[in-house]
């Protein structure tokens, strides 16, 4: 079963710029891979504009082939660092970013898709939400989960 989440970033305008992720939206997955790669807001919304994600990865890549279950052994090392994209790999249509206009309508457009984890980057750090629309410091968060 997948742990859906959603990705935004806040524009200099006060919009959200986000997507859906489909798998493994949680911290110690998403939110690790998010506050350790993805720092800068010219890769974030890099990111982002690939539209919505099967399975976000350290780095962005290129476009490969959407099921690795076929793959070579080589195959699977070639592309297991990169991000996969309905769009991008699978060739899926509608499936772009969308821009939202508050963290409340972040909350309420990717509430219906079954997100358990908002992750929203603004003033070069990133936040997350956990079924609440109180945003938490991701590190915060992370560094709590290291405790345990």
Do not use: Q
């Amino acid at each position: 079963m997948a742990t859906r989440s959603a990705i935004g970033i806040k524009l200099e305008n006060g919009n959200i710029m986000a997507v859906y992720c489909h798998w493994d939206g949680y911290p110690s997955h998403n939110g690790a891979i998010l506050a350790e790669n993805y720092t800068v807001p010219e890769k974030i919304k890099a990111l982002i504009s690939l539209g919505d994600i099967s399975s976000l990865r350290p780095e962005i890549g290129v476009k490969h082939p959407f099921d690795t279950y076929y793959f070579s052994e080589e195959e699977k090392e070639k592309y297991k660092d990169m991000t996969t994209f309905f769009g991008r790999d699978r060739g899926e249509e509608d499936c772009g970013f969308h821009i939202l206009e508050s963290e409340a309508d972040f909350l309420e457009y990717y509430d219906p898709t079954g997100a358990e984890y908002f992750y929203l980057y603004e003033n070069g750090k990133w936040k997350i939400s956990e079924y609440t629309n109180k945003f938490k410091d991701l590190n915060k968060v992370l560094a709590e989960l290291e405790t345990l």
